[in-house]
């Protein structure tokens, strides 16, 4: 609508969200794999940002709301600039559930996307590593150290632990999405993205695409630096005890929590 500043949930869902997705479910393959590599080191570029400003901070409740808030950074990227991240895309499946999109096309989107954001996602790690921001082999600084601790938490998460911080993740990511789409100026989207993101990011909760790569750093630098206090810092540990069950987390709770309910609101009648 002229002049309005935000869209009313009914318009998002009945409205905008049927268009978005049908495009993105029939987007030419190269299109959407390279729009999917600029996510990936989007949500990374959030990643730097909050490892370095974490980086000697306490008390631990100002570093980890330090590090939300410019985390936030990555997806405002993603929306404002445009670029396709799974996480995201996991709203595709409310439109497929009303039948307004085929599964062919949300499960098609979903594997590129992916693949296209674990790309991305390692890129530029391995650029960041190259960069020498973290220090060197001989003496990793405290860039370097937090990045590796990062990496040596996420790797170390009991399968529950990381399936359910997973799921609350991305309640929080996809209301971010909601509300950026509502809002029709870049300060309202920036607003939108800012709030939710910090939240799930200083609460501790697990994002798949960011752990591509916050673990993919950890890897290179430990590769490179052989610290014994990091040695379980691997790509089998990553993918077994954080990347498989963050991934299913990030599917299940958005769809529980934000799909079904909304689908249920705006896609049946009354009785």
Request: glycine share 10%; hydrophobic share 55%; net charge positive.
């Amino acid at each position: 609508m002229p002049g309005r500043l935000f869209l009313i949930p009914r318009q998002i869902f009945t409205e905008v969200l049927p268009v978005v997705c049908d495009i993105k479910a029939k987007m030419a393959t190269y299109k959407l794999f390279l729009l999917s590599i600029l996510a990936g080191m989007y949500i990374g570029f959030g990643a730097i940002f909050a490892t370095t400003t974490m980086t000697a901070v306490e008390p631990f409740g100002i570093k980890k709301l330090i590090g939300g808030t410019v985390f936030s950074v990555g997806l405002m990227l993603v929306i404002i600039a445009g670029a396709e991240l799974f996480t995201g895309n996991v709203l595709m499946s409310l439109t497929c559930l009303a039948g307004k999109i085929k599964l062919s096309g949300v499960f098609r989107n979903w594997l590129i996307v992916y693949i296209g954001n674990f790309i991305g996602s390692v890129i530029l790690a391995w650029m960041f590593v190259k960069t020498g921001l973290w220090g060197t082999p001989e003496n990793v600084n405290g860039v370097g150290m937090t990045a590796l601790n990062i990496a040596s938490a996420k790797v170390s998460l009991d399968w529950s632990a990381a399936f359910f911080r997973g799921m609350l993740c991305n309640i929080l990511v996809n209301l971010a999405i909601i509300m950026a789409t509502s809002a029709q100026t870049i300060t309202g989207k920036v607003f939108a993205v800012l709030f939710p993101i910090s939240a799930f990011v200083s609460s501790g909760f697990e994002h798949s695409i960011a752990n591509m790569y916050f673990v993919s750093t950890g890897i290179f630098i430990e590769n490179l630096a052989k610290l014994s206090d990091f040695s379980n810092i691997s790509w089998g540990a990553f993918i077994t005890n954080n990347l498989i069950p963050v991934t299913l987390g990030n599917i299940v709770g958005p769809i529980i929590f934000v799909v079904i309910p909304y689908y249920l609101i705006y896609y049946t009648k009354d009785k």
